[in-house]
């Protein structure tokens, strides 16, 4: 057990009470300005086996010439590879290490959430497992953080060693995601940024399992700044966002934070009304009128047809937002561990 969970079971009530002090006084913790900080880092991994020990060298090297205390807690989520050993094999005794166990795969931004409620520094940076992310720009994140800054944001540049697809579609849903969603989403912005103790655990009661992240932590609010940096190219393996997982994401994205589609879907409803009304009319005036009643079989096809497929996306709209409540409604804990190493 780490020495800090130690004593919270020994002087629960202490630890808690400075908590809510830190809470409430905000402007009188100065942490960041000390040396005397404990960073957290937080690198959630699934099927790395390649990459962690690399990772794990990488981060122990910025963050020891950091001049801070530290902490590395590494999520394992789920990995169907030897990624749990690599992580074991690598920890090597040290105390400063955390790697957590979980009972099978939750996902990147439930291994974030789990990593996010287990780190207890004054800082907390998230960062992927991958290397995609460099480490190396943690002592800048940092820096912000000690001018004051409550969260600081990575914020890619370039981006290395993807598909001309992914940029071009992340380009865009971020633009767009930024358009219709009811908070302010930085654009090329991912997981990679650093958080104050104070937005991490603000953070920690945000518990909704269709999890975005990013636009979490925009809800947040607090003082928000920017480093930009040019994203690597994975250093082994292969992406675990597929296009129908990225599709997947990102609507998860827009859905929790916009009702714009609902409205779409609503919208486009009596968008049809409407255009049904008006033929309407123009039915009576074919059969009453003109009175040539048999002919337009054609257009009839065509306005069903049209009239349908309306339907069935305003269906499917309503029903992604029906599943969310779905999901949600149960309750479920967002993520069970096996083990802490
Ligand atoms: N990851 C995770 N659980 C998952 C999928 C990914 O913990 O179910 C981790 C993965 O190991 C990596 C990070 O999340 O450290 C980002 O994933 P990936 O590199 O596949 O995403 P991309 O960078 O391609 O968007
Ligand atoms: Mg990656």
Redesign the pocket.
């Known amino acids: 057990m780490p020495e800090s969970d130690k004593t919270s079971d020994i002087l629960p009530s202490v630890v808690n009470a400075m908590r809510n002090e830190e809470q409430s006084l905000p402007v009188m913790l100065d942490t960041a300005a000390s040396q005397d900080y404990l960073l957290s880092v937080v ?6 086996e390649h990459v962690a020990p690399e990772c794990m060298r990488r981060l122990k090297d910025v963050v020891e010439k950091m001049n801070c205390r530290y902490e590395l807690i590494f ?1 394992n ?1 789920g990995s169907k590879d030897r990624t749990l050993e690599a992580l074991i094999k690598n920890k090597a005794d040290n105390p400063h290490i955390r790697i957590i166990n979980f009972s099978r ?1 939750f ?2 931004q439930i ?1 974030i959430t789990a990593g996010l409620d287990h780190a207890q520094g004054d800082a907390v940076v998230i960062i ?3 290397l ?1 992310d460099p480490p190396e720009l943690i002592p800048k994140l940092v820096e912000k953080w000690r001018q004051g800054a409550e969260i600081v944001h990575a914020r890619r540049k370039t981006r290395e060693g993807e598909s001309r697809f992914k940029k071009l579609t992340a380009k865009f849903y971020y633009r767009l995601l930024k358009e219709i969603s009811d908070v302010e989403i930085p654009v090329d912005v991912g997981d990679f940024r650093l958080l104050s103790k104070r937005a991490a655990q603000s953070f920690a009661q945000l518990r909704e399992r269709h999890r975005y992240v990013r636009g979490l932590v925009a809800w947040l609010g607090f003082k928000q700044d920017f480093v930009d940096y040019d994203r690597q190219a ?1 250093y082994a393996g292969a ?3 597929p296009f129908l997982r990225m599709l997947r994401f990102s609507l998860d994205g827009i859905s929790s934070f916009s009702i714009l589609p609902l409205r779409l879907a609503s919208m486009l409803g009596l968008l049809c009304a409407l255009a049904g009304a008006l033929y309407a009319i123009y039915a009576l005036y074919i059969k009453y009128i003109s009175k040539t009643a048999v002919l337009g079989w054609t257009s009839i096809i065509m306005v069903v047809l049209f009239v349908g497929g309306i339907q069935l996306i305003c269906l499917g709209i309503v029903g992604e937002y029906v599943g969310i409540l779905h999901d949600e409604i149960k309750r479920r804990p967002l993520y069970l561990i096996d083990d802490i190493y």
């Open positions: 690198v959630p991994m699934f099927n790395e999520i989520d795969n996902g990147h291994a992927d497992g991958d995609q994975r992406t675990h966002y």
